[in-house]
Nanobody, 115 residues
Framework: VQLVESGGGLVQPGGSLRLSCAAS????????MSWYLQAPGKERELVAA????????NYADSVKGRFTISRDNARNTLYLQMDSLKPEDTAVYFC?????????WGQGTQVTVSS
């Protein structure tokens, strides 16, 4: 299993970013996927999750109405559209899959929201 995130960077408050996660090594279209964040000095926490078909999605309360998770099963890619970004969204963002009894993580992509 390989998960490779991209799209992070420095953005001003109120701005937007789109994260991508390229997946390989498993049948992407058969598995639910999720995005997590880890802020400095804090534990990793769930941001959003999407089932294999994309028909069911869940968000952390802190990002509801601002972030949108989506997937392209033809491209084996997971996305996170992040709008109305706030300084408290600053963190490393990881995509993840629970596959055959193990949770796999990408290397993460840094998102910094600052003026």
């Amino acid at each position: 299993v390989q998960l490779v995130e991209s799209g992070g960077g420095l953005v001003q408050p109120g701005g937007s970013l789109r994260l991508s996660c390229a997946a390989s090594g498993f049948t992407f279209s058969s598995y639910g996927m999720s995005w997590y964040l880890q802020a400095p000095g804090k534990e990793r926490e769930l941001v959003a999750a999407i089932i294999h078909t994309g028909a069911s999605i869940n968000y952390a309360d802190s990002v509801k109405g601002r972030f949108t998770i989506s997937r392209d099963n033809a491209r084996n890619t997971l996305y996170l559209q992040m709008d109305s970004l706030k300084p408290e969204d600053t963190a490393v963002y990881f995509c993840s899959v629970y596959y055959q009894g193990n949770r796999y993580w990408g290397q993460g992509t840094q998102v910094t929201v600052s003026s």
